[in-house]
């Protein structure tokens, strides 16, 4: 291929772990000169209404619609794109969708979200672009399948086995890891990133995540057990929820071993100074935490594929789970012993793989050219050119 290629990644913001990916993704393309990225929350796009209801379902902490929730995706999970449900979801909104891909032109499609209208519109309509979907998380879910994908990315060889067990071909799998941003894969000084958050040094630091839209339960209940039993000063990121930021500044008035964030791009920052992180489970920051060496506990894991996530990776020793808060206080001081923590370091920086993003884009450009050795232009997807069956 002898121009730049313009590429489209597909995300969504359910949460905000399928947005770092294609960031991520996006950040390897432009280190290679590849600077027609586009991302994409084309469900959002398609669909903004039924997908603003969609993602308040999501985040609803209720434990109603937690369950929920768990027992849609447990339904769901070994549902096969060849089949009317599959259908129906590959190909909600192909219009749009088809009126996107003509605007953009691209040569390539990458998925951080399982949306995969996209692929069918570009087979049905005679091209020949190359789709990957990048699974962002440490379990299949039969969602993410799609027989026009060129190649699946995968955060372990467990999870290539599912997908082979599933019915995808060998040779089109990768195990990649999932893709996180450079700036968590590089050292910074402890020192030096204490005094820019304007922390003392010595202090030893717990971080708190309640996820980009504040989502973990009982932060307030939780930070104050952890004072009551720990020596850790606490950081506690409550996101994009303001009534929550809000209640506890006012519950923790006063209060020094208390630092309160909304969202911040510093994530990275503020892992480097921790001790150990308490989070959801989802999979982008159990990544990049693995990427730090910093111990993670998960409490009580949402059913769906957060516990997938978290049962997964604690299976292998690499985080622990709390499903109470006895077990949370004695797992965090646990943490407070040196030994214990520079064990799970360790096994931490063992597993790491830190080069996902480089290797996801390695790959789609040998695809590419394999596809289109000397293609002069993008593809067009003409109004009416696709057709009315599903192609599977």
């Not at 965090?332 to 370091?345: A, D, G, N, S, V």
Request: net charge neutral.
């Amino acid at each position: 291929m002898n121009r730049t290629p313009t590429v489209l990644i597909v995300t969504s913001k359910f949460g905000d772990g399928h947005v770092k990916a294609a960031e991520a993704i996006k950040q390897a393309f432009e280190a290679r000169g590849i600077n027609q990225v586009h991302i994409v929350d084309l469900f959002a796009e398609v669909f903004p209404r039924l997908n603003e209801l969609s993602r308040r379902f999501y985040l609803n902490n209720s434990p109603l619609a937690q369950e929920l929730y768990g027992f849609i995706y447990e339904t769901t999970s070994t549902m096969k794109p060849d089949r009317a449900f599959g259908k129906l979801l590959h190909s909600l909104g192909k219009m749009k969708v088809r009126r996107l891909l003509d605007k953009l032109r691209p040569d390539l499609i990458i998925h951080t979200f399982p949306y995969l209208a996209a692929a069918g519109i570009s087979r049905e309509a005679g091209g020949q672009v190359p789709v990957f979907t990048v699974l962002t998380d440490y379990v299949v879910h039969g969602r993410w399948l799609h027989p026009y994908t060129t190649t699946y990315f995968t955060a372990s060889s467990a999870m290539k086995q599912a997908l082979q067990a599933a019915g995808v071909p060998g040779e089109s799998i990768v195990v990649s890891g999932i893709p996180i941003r450079r700036h968590f894969t590089q050292l910074l000084d402890r020192e030096e990133t204490l005094y820019e958050h304007w922390l003392d040094s010595s202090r030893r630091y717990f971080l708190i995540a309640a996820g980009a839209y504040g989502v973990l339960s009982n932060i307030g209940g939780l930070i104050q057990s952890i004072l009551n039993h720990t020596d850790y000063d606490l950081i506690a990121v409550c996101g994009n929820n303001h009534k929550l930021r809000a209640a506890m500044e006012e519950k923790f008035q006063g209060q020094d071993r208390v630092h309160l964030l909304g969202y911040t791009d510093k994530m990275h920052e503020l892992m480097s100074i921790s001790d150990g992180l308490l989070t959801k489970a989802g999979g982008i920051t159990l990544t990049e935490a693995l990427a730090k060496s910093l111990p993670v506990i998960v409490y009580r894991p949402l059913p769906g594929q957060e516990a997938g996530n978290a049962r997964w990776l604690a299976g292998r020793e690499l985080i622990d789970v709390a499903n109470d808060e006895d077990q949370l206080i004695a797992m965090i001081r646990r943490l407070e012993q040196p030994f214990y923590r520079e064990e799970r370091k360790r096994a931490m920086r063992e597993y790491a793989d830190q080069a996902s993003s480089d290797l996801i884009v390695d790959e789609a450009l040998r695809a590419l050219e394999l596809h289109h050795p000397a293609r002069q232009t993008s593809p067009e997807f003409k109004e009416g050119q696709a057709k009315t069956a599903h192609g599977y």
